[in-house]
């Protein structure tokens, strides 16, 4: 059963950069899937942020581009976050998940989430 | 993008309700149309994909319809763990997911 773990990042000052990774066990980051983040702001909705495949190849949410990065290490199996230039606005529970390479872009694993905060 | 409208927001049931939450995408999507279930602290959980797929492991009394710009979950009978907040999304294009419902009890 493949199983994803974020890291903690706790904390992030305004104007910094947010740095996440997320640990992918029981199964392979090479397999047939999308590797995404998706986050959700206090008592809001869900936003994808962005996805990575294991070639390198990437896609972004266009409200988000400009200040995303996501990167994939396929020999510790995991893949990782950078948002620049955060505010306030960006601090929400984040979430890493695998979507499906085919089908109907459906997030089959999901992380248990990890709570970011943007604060001085 | 392509904007996902939940209804309703929230509703008040009783275990055994028949519940039904319905989603609307802007333009057609087809078929590519996926429910999650939601609960706090916990991560979100694939239900149905492509519109009317059962994910493995997930109980019958859930079902899912529709295809182009109108689509429903159906939970048949409601049990005590089904109270949560229910998501759809979109997979035509780049992602986006419906406001959420949330599920109470009465």
């Known amino acids: 059963q493949v199983q994803l773990q974020e890291s903690a990042p706790g904390l992030v000052k305004p104007s910094g950069t947010l740095s996440l990774t997320c640990a992918v066990s029981?199964?392979?980051?090479?397999?047939?899937?999308?590797w995404s983040w998706v986050r959700q702001p206090p008592g809001k909705g869900l936003e994808w942020i962005g996805e990575?495949?294991?070639?390198?190849?990437?896609n972004y949410n266009p409200s988000l581009k400009s200040r995303v990065s996501i990167s994939v290490d396929k020999s510790k199996n995991q893949f990782s976050l950078k948002l620049n230039s955060v505010t306030a606005a960006d601090t929400a529970m984040y979430y890493c998940?695998?979507?499906?390479?085919?089908?109907?872009?459906?997030?089959?694993?999901w992380g248990q989430g990890t709570l970011a905060t943007v604060s001085s | 993008d392509i904007q996902m409208t939940q209804s309703p927001s929230s509703l008040s049931a009783s275990v055994g309700d028949r519940v039904t939450i319905t989603c609307r995408a802007s333009?057609?999507?087809?078929?590519?149309l996926n429910w999650y279930q939601h609960q706090p602290g916990k991560a979100p959980k694939l239900l149905i994909y492509?519109?009317?797929s059962l994910q493995s492991g997930v109980p019958s009394r859930f079902s899912g319809s529709g295809s182009g710009t109108d689509f429903t979950l159906t939970i048949s009978s409601l049990q005590p763990e089904d109270f949560a907040t229910y998501y759809c999304?979109?997979?035509?294009?780049?992602?986006?997911f419906g406001g959420g419902t949330k599920v109470a009890i009465k």
């Open positions: 492509a519109a009317s």
């Open positions: 990575i495949y294991h070639s390198g190849s990437t």
């Open positions: 998940a695998g979507k499906s390479y085919y089908g109907s872009g459906n997030f089959d694993y």
């Open positions: 999304q979109q997979g035509y294009s780049t992602p986006t």
């Open positions: 029981g199964g392979s980051i090479s397999s047939t899937k999308w």
């Open positions: 333009q057609s999507i087809s078929s590519y």
